[in-house]
């Protein structure tokens, strides 16, 4: 049994698998409730399923949201270190893009999955259905972006980022958005299960997030206070 959990984004998920299929999952857009949530999320699935031993658990490793990514790999440790089992980590696009495969079975164009990271900036990254193909950073979108990509491929860009790059690339014929997309922990699963086969485990004390960009603290609106 696989436990995976996904809270890079606004978006809180955990999910349950057993011999490569999702039996469980629970989920909340809430926003800035991953501090409640995801401990209650974990807590409602291990004991519905009378679940004693568990294989492994699998966070989403980011980049993403530092608070986010911060509670998810810190619920991820401790529960890796309390029941002695393999912490394994999947990054944050390569989620979403096997996810978006994994439910469009007949698409062979490409994925571009973005995260929000503020103002007009995204993190991105460009998957096929079998590979990355070109790695992760972080991007300030500007009309003609993608251009490169999006003369010789029809490219589907998903993700809390896409809608507000909307206006700078939907006008190429080759741009397509699906705003039904929703980020989850179920599109860990198969590289969650390749990785433990293949014995592709993080050291439990000294796995960190990929934030990419350094936190910035910004001023709270209450005096003094920082968030």
């Keep these: 049994m696989l436990l995976l959990i996904e809270s890079a984004t606004q978006i809180c998920s955990v999910a349950l698998a057993h011999e490569g299929t999702i039996v469980a999952e629970r989920h909340s857009d809430q926003p800035n409730a991953h501090s409640s ?7 409602d699935l291990l004991k519905e399923f009378n679940i004693q031993d568990l294989d492994a658990v699998c966070v989403s490793s980011g980049p993403g949201s530092y608070t986010g990514l911060r509670i998810g790999v810190s619920s991820a440790k401790g529960i890796a270190y309390a029941r002695n089992i393999p912490l394994l ?33 995204c993190y991105t990254a460009i998957f096929s259905p079998d590979r990355m193909l070109r790695d992760t950073q972080a991007e300030v979108i500007e009309d003609g972006s993608y251009d490169n990509w999006l003369n010789d491929n029809i490219v589907t860009f998903i993700g809390n980022g896409a809608e507000k790059t909307r206006p700078l690339l939907s006008s190429h014929p080759n741009a397509r958005y699906d705003e039904a997309f929703r980020i989850s922990a179920t599109g860990m699963i198969q590289e969650a299960l390749r990785k433990l086969k293949a014995n592709e485990v993080e050291d439990v004390a000294y796995f960190e997030p990929f934030y990419l960009k350094d936190f910035v603290a910004k001023k709270s609106v209450v005096h003094g206070l920082y968030e």
């Design 37 to 43: 949530m995801l401990a209650v999320f974990i807590d």
């Design 89 to 121: 980590s999947v990054p944050t696009l390569q989620n979403m893009a096997m996810l978006f495969y994994a439910t469009h079975p007949d698409y062979d164009g490409l994925v571009c999955p973005m995260i929000d990271a503020r103002r007009m900036e």
